[in-house]
């Protein structure tokens, strides 16, 4: 699944000519593209998708949506870690395996 997540800008960058942040996504750090909105400020939220900030969103939306993301296990879906989860998953597709040579 691939949202739009609010996000509060913790600092701001140019990198290579493009407008960077260190954005906080309840707890998970990401660095997102500005580019679209170069004249958010540190302590703005905005909404990413995509690596993308694409609009400003108030403080008491931005922490509401955040709040049932993480009631929904959202925020681990979409910011947890992919290799991580394909691991488990892969585990637990062969958890009814049996190593070679084992009888049952």
Known sequence: MCLAVPGRVLSTVAVDGTLMADVDFGGVRKEVCLQYI???RKGEYVVVHVGFAIQRLDERSALETLAN?????ILEEEFGDGFERA???KQEDHADELPEGATR
């Open 38 to 40: 170069p004249d958010v």
């Open 69 to 73: 993301f993480e009631k929904l296990g």
């Open 87 to 89: 691991a488990k998953a």
